[in-house]
């Protein structure tokens, strides 16, 4: 199982840390280091810094927004920073939901999200492997585009830029049972937001045929420290925002997928909690046991007993979501 370092996304204002951390990851042997979007910073650019900075850690977009880009647009982003960085880069891509689709990008969010998931990977593994124009009959994302307002005068395009490396791993943010399995067929990894080592059964049914290299790539907010409960609360405090806020009342895919990890009430409270205004109630709702499962938290001791249970799974990468430089060279050491 290798390691890789989960930068995130800026909050208010740029990340002074992400840099170094990215620089200390490499030193310690961490294979990859991952970016974020939401609606603020874009996941490319401080990929592109962090690139500049190094010089064997492997790129990734945990995760690059597909509403945010046309296909071809991240295809040629993709393309750009494997060439600057010699061959580093690895493109993951989420459709995001409703609210952030609809809200922030002013985009309708798919009726059929499996089919323009396929679609847009299709239209970014042939930009890649440039074998000829770009075409696409598609539903979503026609290439030439031939809707109805359109002028017609649409010509198939081949990549003018050679692609260095026409198999440029994709992997996807998926959540849903369908979504995973078909992730499993079209992509070269799956991201999944919430793993937890001690709950196979949630996955089980999505990834019966995971074809050979696959990549299984979960993040994990990691913390060595001596109070577990208080290591927990940055876990409750994400998880209270994404299972409270990240979502519409009536379609929440991260609520869901809590649901079906078997924390369906707790889910739903914390959701109306947070839905409600009662922010600080929502973070505390969210059970320990639940935060604890999903991350590395506690005692060096105590996270070696727990990377062991990440080790027998499926997962191929970790990638650790922590601040810390300290935690950072634990983890290395006992994964080594």
Avoid at 147 to 174: M, Q, S, V, Y
Avoid at 258 to 275: K, T
Wanted: one cysteine or more.
């Amino acid at each position: 199982m290798r390691l890789g370092l989960a930068l995130g996304y800026w909050g208010r204002g740029p990340s002074a840390d992400h840099v170094p951390l990215a620089v200390e990851a490499e030193r310690l042997g961490y294979d990859s280091v991952w970016t974020a979007e939401s609606w603020g910073s874009d996941a490319f650019t401080p990929l592109t810094w962090i690139a500049a900075k190094t010089t064997r850690i492997r790129l990734g977009t945990a995760i690059a927004q597909m509403a945010a880009r046309s296909p071809t647009t991240t295809a040629m982003h993709a393309l750009t920073l494997d060439h600057l960085s010699g061959g580093r880069m690895m493109l993951g891509l989420g459709l995001s939901g409703p609210q952030v689709v609809e809200g922030w990008y002013g985009r309708p969010f798919p009726k059929s999200p499996l089919t323009a998931t396929r679609e847009y990977v299709d239209v970014v593994r042939q930009v890649l492997r440039r074998e000829g124009p770009i075409e696409l009959d598609g539903r979503f994302h026609s290439h030439p585009y031939r809707g109805a307002d359109g002028t017609g005068l649409g010509k198939a395009l081949k990549p003018i830029t050679h692609p260095l490396r026409a198999e440029l791993p994709i992997l996807l943010g998926a959540e849903g049972p369908k979504n995973i399995a078909q992730t499993t067929r079209i992509a070269d990894g799956w991201l999944p937001l919430y793993w937890s080592p001690t709950r196979p059964q949630a996955y089980e049914a999505s990834l019966t045929e995971l074809p050979e290299g696959f990549l299984v790539a979960p993040m994990a907010r990691a913390h060595v420290c001596d109070d577990v409960a208080e290591g927990l609360l940055p876990v409750k405090a994400m998880l209270g925002f994404y299972i409270g806020g990240m979502g519409h009342a009536a379609r929440n895919f991260h609520a869901d997928l809590m649901a079906r990890m078997g924390f369906e009430e707790e889910a739903r409270r914390i959701q109306r909690l947070f839905l409600e205004g009662r922010r600080e109630e929502a973070v505390l709702a969210v059970p320990d046991a639940f935060a604890d499962e999903i991350s590395l938290v506690g005692p060096r001791e105590r996270i070696a007993e727990r990377l062991e249970l990440w080790r027998k799974g499926p997962v191929t990468d970790l990638l650790v979501l922590s601040p810390d430089p300290h935690t950072l060279r634990v983890l290395a050491e006992l994964n080594a």
